[in-house]
Structures are given as structure tokens and as C-alpha cells.
């Protein structure tokens, strides 16, 4: 009796103390946001205290208003006369310009890239497992036979790292899942399916 009550105990604290946690990391980083500001604009310095959750605020009204500010042409102006400054970079034009391509993909809704959620043979012939379709490179489409697609394979239980392949499109099954239930499936291990209603407390039943 005193296990079933500590693990349903568990049940509750865990997901809690990790959302807490990964919220805690989050806002953190953006309140790091107040370091651009001069000391004398800073809360701690006219409040007397550090007030978290400031620097949050100020990232977010900050990436705002560049989206207002670059939607009208002199915006768009001023982002042309950056890129072409940072192109004239060696090293920070190919970073720059890969994880723009990469933000582009993802956050514009163009293209195919991570809209669909495939099954791939990988590690070996007589395995499966989750992948995002991503785009062949227009150089690299050439040299392969048949129609292949680029997959991204990501990692258990943080997808943020993986391995990047091209792969036959025959040697693909589409999943008819969304990427989020994708996600859902390799941050948990498996163990949350995407039809699974959670309840909003569960009780360990016991062995």
C-alpha cells in the first residue's frame, strides 16, 4: 500500500518537476535577453531585486517587432544590406546561410521538409524505425538511381540530435501520423501513443 501511494505520488511530481524545470531553463536563457540593456535599465538596478521573466518579455516584444519591422520594404532592405555584409564572411556566411535555409524550411510552412513522418529500414534490413522527410539537394539528386528522399533519423529520447540519410522512396513507408505525434513517440521511448487520452491523474495500480 505504502508503494502504489509513493509511485502514485511519483506520477504527479515527476511530469511537474520537469515541466518546471524545462520552463525554469527557458525563460532563464531569455532573461539573459536584460545583459543588452544598460545596467541603469536593468530591474534589479531600479527595483532593487531580479525580476524573472522580465528578459522573456523583452525577447519576445524584441522578435516581434523585427517581424513588423521586416515585413515593409525598407525592412526588407535592411535584412538584404545584412545578409549581404554577412556573405562577405567566409566561415559566418556558410553557418549563417545553413540555419537560415534550416529556419526557412521549417517556421515559413514551405516545402516538404518535416511535413511528413516515414518508416525506414534503419539500423539493419530487418528494422524500422521514425523519420522525417526532408529535401535531396538538387547536386547530390543527380548521382543517385531511381527517386530517393533525404530522411532525417532522429535520436531516443532527445530528437534534436540524428543521423541524416537518402534513402529510396520504394524503401519508405508514409506514416499517417502528425510530426508532433512523431515526436511524442521518440522523446517518450514508445510508451505514449498519439491516440492515448492521458487522464489528468493516474494511480498506480500495483503488480
Do not use: C
Not at 535599465?41 to 532593487?48: A, I, K, N, T, V
Not at 531585486?49 to 523585427?66: D, E, N
Amino acid at each position: 500500500m505504502i508503494r502504489k501511494y509513493f509511485i502514485t505520488g511519483l506520477l504527479i511530481w515527476v511530469p511537474l518537476g520537469i515541466t518546471v524545470w524545462v520552463l525554469n531553463l527557458l525563460i532563464g536563457s531569455m532573461d539573459k535577453s536584460l545583459l543588452l540593456l544598460p545596467e541603469r535599465l536593468r530591474p534589479e538596478s531600479w527595483l532593487g531585486m531580479s525580476l524573472p521573466g522580465v528578459g522573456t518579455v523583452l525577447t519576445i516584444a524584441v522578435i516581434f517587432f523585427t517581424g513588423v519591422l521586416t515585413a515593409n520594404i525598407v525592412g526588407q532592405r535592411l535584412v538584404r544590406f545584412w545578409e549581404s555584409a554577412l556573405s562577405r564572411i567566409p566561415v559566418v556566411k556558410s553557418i549563417y546561410y545553413s540555419v537560415k535555409q534550416v529556419s526557412d524550411t521549417l517556421f515559413s510552412g514551405n516545402g516538404e521538409a518535416f511535413r511528413k513522418v516515414l518508416l525506414v529500414r534503419y539500423p539493419h534490413p530487418e528494422a524500422w524505425s521514425l523519420a522525417f522527410q526532408t529535401a535531396v539537394p538538387r547536386d547530390v539528386a543527380p548521382n543517385l538511381e531511381g527517386e530517393h528522399v533525404g530522411v532525417f533519423i532522429p535520436t531516443t529520447p532527445s530528437p534534436v540530435n540524428g543521423f541524416y540519410f537518402f534513402v529510396r522512396k520504394s524503401d519508405t513507408i508514409e506514416v499517417n501520423i502528425s510530426v508532433d505525434d512523431a515526436l511524442k513517440y521518440i522523446v517518450s521511448m514508445g510508451v505514449m501513443a498519439s491516440s492515448e487520452k492521458e487522464s489528468p491523474v493516474r494511480v498506480y495500480a500495483g503488480d
